[in-house]
């Protein structure tokens, strides 16, 4: 029973390029989460995705962020032209339903992000 | 206002020792808690979920939350230096889980 995938584990992107991080969630669980670390901080919360909706974008930059969830395939959240602040480590969690309902969410392996 | 605080530490034991992390939270709609261990380099890792008042134990691990004073902790019994990694606390904020900034563990031998 794989965990939650996320690939790649490593990218290194210029300025102005983009990102397109992907996010296979555990089986059975249709709740995904991303998140975002920069080093020595805590996790801050980006986006809440249910399979074709986003349900809470309150995290995510007004600007060159977005993610999906589509009824085939991954989570991706993608970063159009990239800046050097954009570096950091983007975790997806997914969980089998909302986690308020006392139930839990389990991480990827995540993927860092280093812009040049 | 931050919504869910851990102190930062380091918080250094001996081996053998219990440890205990602390993190208390300002929504009082929260319901659900989770401890969560991330080593550095790595992605967090659930250790306890906690739902309702009082104590939860599992192996080394004892998860204590107290709702009216908005209050989580987790013990760590007979402390290794394995258990030397960052611990976070989360709690649900509606629809999503907010994180501490973690409390950072030294466990020495």
């Known amino acids: 029973n794989a965990g939650v995938m996320q690939n790649p584990r490593h990218l290194v992107r210029r300025r102005g390029q983009e990102a397109r991080l992907r996010c296979s969630p555990m089986?059975?669980?249709?709740?995904v989460y991303w998140y975002r670390q920069l080093p020595e901080e805590g996790l801050k919360f980006m986006v809440y995705?249910?399979?074709?909706?986003?349900?809470?974008e309150s995290g995510m930059p007004k600007e060159r962020f977005s993610a999906e969830f589509p009824k085939e395939g991954p989570s991706i959240l993608r970063i159009q032209q990239v800046v050097r602040g954009d570096s950091a480590a983007y975790f997806c969690?997914?969980?089998?339903?909302?986690?308020?309902?006392?139930?839990?969410?389990?991480f990827g392996q995540g993927t860092r992000l280093t812009v040049v | 206002q931050k919504e869910v605080e851990q102190n930062s530490g380091p918080l250094s034991v001996p081996e053998g020792a219990i440890a205990s992390l602390n993190c208390t939270y300002s929504d009082r709609g929260s319901q659900s808690f989770f401890w969560y261990r991330q080593y550095s380099g790595k992605s967090p890792e659930l250790i306890m979920s906690?739902?309702?008042?009082g104590d939860k134990e599992d192996g080394r691990f004892t998860a204590q939350l107290n709702k009216a004073s908005q209050y989580v902790s987790l013990l760590i019994r007979d402390s290794q230096p394995s258990d030397s990694a960052t611990y976070l606390c989360?709690?649900?904020?509606?629809?999503?889980?907010?994180f501490g900034t973690g409390t950072r563990l030294q466990v020495f031998p």
């Open positions: 995705l249910q399979k074709e909706n986003i349900i809470d």
């Open positions: 906690i739902y309702s008042n």
């Open positions: 089986k059975g669980h249709s709740h």
């Open positions: 989360a709690g649900t904020n509606t629809d999503k889980l907010i």
């Open positions: 969690a997914s969980s089998q339903t909302v986690v308020y309902m006392n139930t839990e969410a389990f």
